[in-house]
């Protein structure tokens, strides 16, 4: 125990030690020049650290651990060594006393065995340790990608694919882990155990040891030029593996059209690309950085000849003893295999950072307009105006243009036009699903933008036009706008939607799961479903958009009877093709090109004989021109 | 399962793998040889003084060390050759594999868990291969030679690496035992995660609607919760595995000082042997070491591969005919006779006993009420799935005798919930026909009522459209389908309620476009509205997956209570013009 002790004086007042910490500075520099190049890449290792190190007090413990395990197993050596010197001395003793001293051999070896025992636990528990710390961290990374998502503008959400946002999660956040787990503990162990072998070499022997010291900004120089090559490979392999992610997800999504369009084999050759490309990126990524350990090793073969050589040629010069050219050269093969340790681990690390890169660029995007006003707990009363808004998905397509009008509360707004007219965009801006160009909507008199989303949102019930249900029970899905409600409850928007009818004939009831995209349901039914959900989210406001498109005209007159009552004291709005189910609306919008042409009753706007009356009428004369 | 993938997958890098084999050996030897140069130098050239030979030797060292170096950085550029083109063929033959699924088997995995097994889990087996190939093949030359050199110092204390060995692969083997189970649970959880998050991007308007974004969260936060516990668990096994080995080697080594001081007292030994049998206990652990490297990653890739395995040795619910018999005629009729269908796992059987016939030129209407069975009857006829009983006929040949190819070549299908794949206008029409003109698709798009608003689009043909079609409106996207279909120029046409989003006027066009299109094929269009099926030759009423009436309206109106029933109800909406 005292060795130590004479290891930090030195470590103070003999040179070496200055070049010793300038040449760990020097190694910072050589990792640094690489990374300018690709800013990024250091940038997402920092935040890497950060979000490790949030967990502070755990990380020092840890640290602490592996500084006190690599003391520990540094010193097992020596320790076994001093039990040879003591069989070494019984053999010269031989011919005086009693020969080898077991009673001193056998503490000895007691004492190696307390200090392995000591390291086991401790590396042990310091292992045990970080698998929480990075468990808790990418459980933290997964979270924050998720709630990101919410954060989204739905354009971002359009414009990716869905695929390769999917592989960020599953993915390259499981390679991120597993580089963590497997590389930091090994190396911070290694980092350690190079500068304690370093310290032994200099009370050794400062000239060797300047010598040996010669092979670590040889080994940095080598590992930054070959790790800079491999860094970007690293980065396309990711990026690739989200690639072809997309393009799987979206072929399984589309499987069945995949299929009956006979596209399979196009689809496959795509993949094939995408693959080729995987392979070719991994493969040079695997290499190149592989390459880094042999290389390390290399060098310090090299420093290992050198030491064997000069050692060799000074003893011969009688300038060194053979006992301190053997130590030194046992300390130079020690030193080897912690520093190729480490850099394979880096090595490891660097694939993790480049996922770490997705990832941060993922939760980096824009996102939608922060959230600004308090919540009001007055009660709806559901007037809402339009108040000149302009609005467009692509600035350069102007579609809605100075749009007013006001939909007073309780009344039931339909709003019919030819497809591509931007109706369901006009719900999507009450919905605050973009944000306005131009002008403001206004609800009870309070300006949507100044809202918080949620509570705009929570006052509105709405069926879009494309239905979608979750993966989960049918009593789930219908509970899903009103997570609270009571089964007698379901049962009843159940009933009044028509669902009931058909969920009685399913085995399971209202436990049936609806799994995978078409989710076990027939079209009809699932829109059933999402009209079930929005009736019994009981909202304040009503938006239909094509609410029963798919669903039989003999049920869309009993839906129809169950919608009038619900809309009644409602501000609704109704978007339909089928002209029927929008004629005793209070008023009718009726929309061309993102601008409202007409508004009126039905009576009013039929007699005007304007666009809603063509519309009206194309409805019989339809079948004259019909299928032959 | 796993060693089943690998020798299957790895079967064509064999040589590959012979190379790095070969290479991994020289180059441990050659690491071994380095202390004995040593050794030499220390012997004769210090203790002899004889510089020379100090120098000679020392190049040795330096050659020895080159090749070792060569040859371990080609060792490793083979090694993930091979293990990488094991992961590309792996990942191909998975995507192979589920396209040649039917939707039954889509089912039954389920997308999102598909979608990580061919990149997740073969990227589990794949870094086994590549760490076998770089670490782990080294090990035995590593281990045998230190074995051969450590007996030759003396076999009686080789009883300590007897027993060491086999202790401590045991107690890996314990662990990896118990990591597997872990890591099924896992990959599951996995793909648990893949389910939520893909769900809450797709339905991601529903979500903001509904304001359910914190009970996703809370949703996602379980499933992320049982995957970083279930990691947590794997980790913490797996953290037992270093030093558990380490503590074994450590503790031998003391056993050997323990036992070789016995046997030196006894004059049975020299002190050099026991150093040297040290040194080379510890090049035996090393491998050891490496060892458990690999074993740190088997459990993981063992439970991958067998769920590799499974959707591999999964064959199509649909399957391909050995003998295809062709189909001749470009004018077809169809028929389906008899045909009964069941979803599997369900009560009773969605259509029961449905027997039609179509003549090319013809169109049969189908109506019915929502679940009645018609989409599954158009899927019959596609075959995306396989009638439980009865024939679907085409041109007298019945469809499970036609290659799939053939079959789906013949078919124009504008599904019920259109699905448009992100990428340009033209790439979706491209769907329909790989080599159509820009001016076959014009008359496409013409026909459909497309081409306005394509035009309008920026880039027109060349337009971005995102995945799922969710940049144009409803009925755009159902235009566009329609239109995917039509460029086929298909034999068979089936329309699955494929105008429900078309407003009236451009419905009517359509229509109107459409039926001289159609005068050549079998038509059957599924719709909900009278007014717009008939003049269809044939119209079937379907009722709770029976056939309750098939002929034209006005047969249908005498004979048929529910038709009548339907026509009925749309005069009360429409006013009577019926
Ligand atoms: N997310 C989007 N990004 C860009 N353009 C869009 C997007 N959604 C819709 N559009 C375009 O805006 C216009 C209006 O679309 P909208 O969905 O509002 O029409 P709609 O009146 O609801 O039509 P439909 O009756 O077919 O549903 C269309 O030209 C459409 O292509
Ligand atoms: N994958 C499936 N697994 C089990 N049952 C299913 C599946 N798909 C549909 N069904 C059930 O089969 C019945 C018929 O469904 P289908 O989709 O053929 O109806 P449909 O006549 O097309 O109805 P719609 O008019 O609503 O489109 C429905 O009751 C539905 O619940
Ligand atoms: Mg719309
Ligand atoms: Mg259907």
Same mark, same amino acid.
């Given at each position: ?628 | ?385 396989? !009638?439980?009983?009865?024939? @679907? =006929?085409? #041109? $007298? ?8 190819? &053939? /079959? ?127 003049? !269809?030759?044939?119209?079937? @009423? =379907?009722? #709770? $997956? ?8 006005? &047969? /249908? ?22």
């Amino acid at each position: 125990m005292n060795e130590p002790k004479r290891m930090n004086k030195e470590d103070q007042t003999t040179s070496p030690v200055g070049n010793v910490s300038e040449l760990r500075a020097g190694r910072m520099n050589t990792v640094g020049v690489p990374a300018e190049k690709s800013k990024n890449f250091l940038q997402s290792a920092k935040r890497l650290t950060r979000l490790i190190s949030d967990e502070s007090i755990l990380v020092i413990l840890i640290f602490l651990m592996a500084v006190a395990s690599v003391a520990l197993v540094v010193s097992g050596p020596r320790i076994l060594g001093h039990a040879t010197d003591i069989v070494f001395q019984g053999l010269l003793n031989r011919d005086g006393t009693d020969g080898i001293d077991f009673a001193r051999l056998h503490r000895t070896l007691a004492f190696a065995i307390g200090v392995y025992t000591a390291s086991y636990v401790l590396a042990y528990g310091q292992a045990f340790l970080l698998a929480g710390v990075v468990q808790r961290t990418m459980f933290k990374l997964r979270q924050d990608i998720e709630s990101k998502i919410h954060r989204l503008p739905l354009s971002y959400i359009d414009r990716h694919s869905r695929g390769d946002l999917l592989s960020r999660v599953t993915n390259d956040v499981d390679n991120i882990s597993q580089s963590l787990q497997q590389s930091l503990s090994q190396l911070v162990t290694s980092m350690l155990t190079i500068f304690g072998v370093l310290l032994m070499m200099f009370i050794v022997s400062p000239i060797l040891a300047l010598v040996a010291l010669t092979v670590i900004p040889l080994t940095l120089l080598t590992m930054g030029q070959i790790a800079q090559r491999s860094r970007a490979k690293f980065i396309s392999q990711w990026r690739y593996t989200g690639q072809l992610n997309g393009l799987i997800e979206e072929a399984f999504t589309g499987h069945a059209i995949v299929k009956v369009f006979g596209r399979q084999q196009e689809v496959e050759e795509r993949f094939t690309t995408i693959n080729n490309e995987l392979f070719e990126t991994a493969n040079s990524a695997q290499f190149m950085s592989g390459s880094i350990q042999p290389a390390t090793m290399f060098i310090g073969n090299l420093n290992y000849v050198a030491i064997a050589v000069i050692g060799g040629l000074r003893v011969a010069s009688g300038s060194m003893s053979l006992g301190d050219v053997q130590a030194f050269i046992q300390y130079s093969r020690q030193f080897t295999h912690p520093m190729t340790q480490a850099a394979s681990m880096m090595n490891v690390l660097q694939s993790g950072v480049a996922s770490a890169e997705r990832v941060f660029e993922l939760l980096d995007a824009e996102e939608q307009i922060t959230e600004s006003g308090v919540a009001d707990s007055a009660v709806t009363q559901g007037q809402i105006e339009f108040d000149n808004v302009s609005f467009s998905y692509d600035p350069q397509r102007p579609l809605i243009t100075n749009l007013s009008f006001i939909a007073e509360p309780g009344t039931t707004v339909a709003i019919v036009g030819p497809t591509g007219a931007g109706k369901t965009t006009l719900v999507n801006l009450v919905m605050r699903f973009y944000e306005l160009n131009e002008g403001r909507i206004v609800l009870d008199g309070r300006n949507i933008a100044e809202m918080p989303r949620s509570e705009l949102r929570s006052k509105i019930g709405m069926v879009l036009q494309d239905t979608w249900l979750f993966n989960g029970t049918i009593r789930e899905n219908i509970a899903y706008g009103n997570p609270d409600a009571t089964d007698e409850q379901i049962r009843a928007a159940a009933k009044a939607t028509f669902v009931d009818r058909f969920v009685h004939s399913l085995p399971d009831g209202y436990d049936t799961i609806l799994s995978g995209d078409d989710g076990a349901v027939s079209a009809g039914e699932k829109q059933l479903l999402t009209i079930a959900r929005a009736f019994l989210a009981d909202p304040a406001i009503l938006i239909l958009d094509e609410a029963t498109s798919s669903v039989d005209t003999r049920t869309e007159v009993l839906i129809q009877k169950a919608m009038g009552a619900l809309r009644q004291k409602r501000t609704s709005f109704v978007i339909a093709h089928r002209l029927s189910t929008i004629q005793d609306a209070d008023i009718i919008l009726v929309m061309e090109n993102g601008a409202i042409v007409e508004t009126g009753s039905h009576v009013e706007l039929l007699a005007a004989r304007g666009a809603y009356d063509r519309l009206y009428q194309s409805q019989f004369t339809a079948p004259v021109i019909d299928l032959v | 399962m796993l060693l089943h993938l690998l020798q299957e997958k790895l079967r064509p890098y064999r040589h590959l793998l012979w190379i790095v084999v070969v290479f991994q050996a020289v180059q441990s030897l050659a690491g071994l040889y380095l202390p004995t140069l040593n050794a030499r130098i220390i012997d004769r050239g210090i203790t002899q003084g004889d510089t020379n030979f100090i120098w000679r030797v020392g190049g040795l060292m330096l050659l020895t060390t080159l090749v070792q170096v060569l040859l371990s950085i080609a060792a490793i550029y083979f090694g993930s050759r091979a293990s990488m083109a094991f992961g590309r063929d792996t990942r191909s033959a998975l995507f192979h594999q589920v396209n040649s699924f039917s939707s039954r088997e889509v089912a039954h995995f389920g997308a999102p868990s598909l979608i990580t097994r061919i990149t997740n889990d073969v990227q589990q087996v794949q870094m086994l291969v590549l760490t076998t190939c770089t670490l782990l093949l080294a090990a035995p030359f590593t281990a045998i030679g230190g074995l051969v050199l450590a007996l030759q110092q003396d076999v009686n204390l080789s009883w300590i690496i007897v027993i060491a060995i086999p202790l401590v692969m045991s107690i890996l083997g314990t662990v990896v035992y118990k990591m597997v189970p872990t890591f099924r649970v896992m990959q599951v959880r996995i793909d648990r995660i893949n389910e939520i998050l893909r769900e809450q991007l797709s339905g991601i308007r529903v979500v903001r609607a509904f304001v359910r974004e914190p009970q996703e969260k809370v949703r996602f936060q379980q499933a992320n919760q049982d995957v970083a516990q279930t990691a947590l668990r794997g980790g913490r096994l797996m953290s037992l595995m270093f030093p558990t080995a380490t503590f074994i080697v450590n503790v031998s080594c003391v056993a050997v000082v323990w036992f070789g001081s016995n046997r030196i007292a006894a004059g049975q030994m020299k002190l050099g042997p026991m150093v040297a049998f040290l040194t080379y206990l510890a090049q035996i652990l090393m491998s050891v070491m490496m060892a458990t490297f690999m074993a740190a990653i088997w459990p993981r890739a063992a439970v991958s591969a067998e769920r590799i395995q499974e959707v591999l040795s999964t064959t199509s619910s649909v399957p391909i005919p050995t003998h295809p018999t062709p189909i001749t005629q470009t004018r077809v009729d169809l028929e389906l006779r008899n045909v009964d269908f069941e979803y599997p796992g369900a009560a009773s059987p969605v259509l029961h006993n449905i027997s039609f016939k179509v003549s090319a030129g013809e169109t049969l209407a189908i109506i019915g009420s929502t679940g009645s069975g018609k989409t599954t009857l158009l899927n019959l006829v596609a075959r995306l799935f396989d !009638a439980t009983s009865g024939a @679907v =006929l085409i #041109d $007298g040949v019945d469809i499970t005798e036609v290659a799939p190819a &053939e /079959l789906w070549s013949r078919i124009g299908l504008v599904p019920q919930k259109p699905y448009l794949f992100s990428g340009t206008v033209s790439s979706n029409l491209r769907y329909g026909k790989q080599d159509a003109t820009e001016q076959e698709m014009w008359n496409a798009l013409t026909i459909a009522q497309a081409d306005s608003f394509v035009r309008e689009m920026p880039g027109a043909l060349e337009a971005v459209i995102a995945q799922g079609g969710t940049n144009v409106s409803g009925g755009q996207r159902q235009r566009l389908a329609i239109a995917r279909a039509l460029i086929r120029q298909p034999e068979i046409y089936l329309f699955d309620d494929s105008f429900s989003a078309l407003d009236l006027s451009t419905d009517a066009k359509l229509r109107a476009a459409l039926t001289p299109h159609l005068k050549d094929s079998v038509t059957l269009i599924v719709g909900q509205r009278v007014s717009t099926i008939r003049h !269809a030759n044939q119209i079937l @009423v =379907l009722e #709770d $997956g029976l056939v309750v009436g098939l002929g034209n309206h006005e &047969e /249908l109106r005498q004979s048929c209570p529910t038709y009548e029933e339907i026509v009925l109800s749309q005069a009360l909406q429409e006013g009577d013009d019926l």
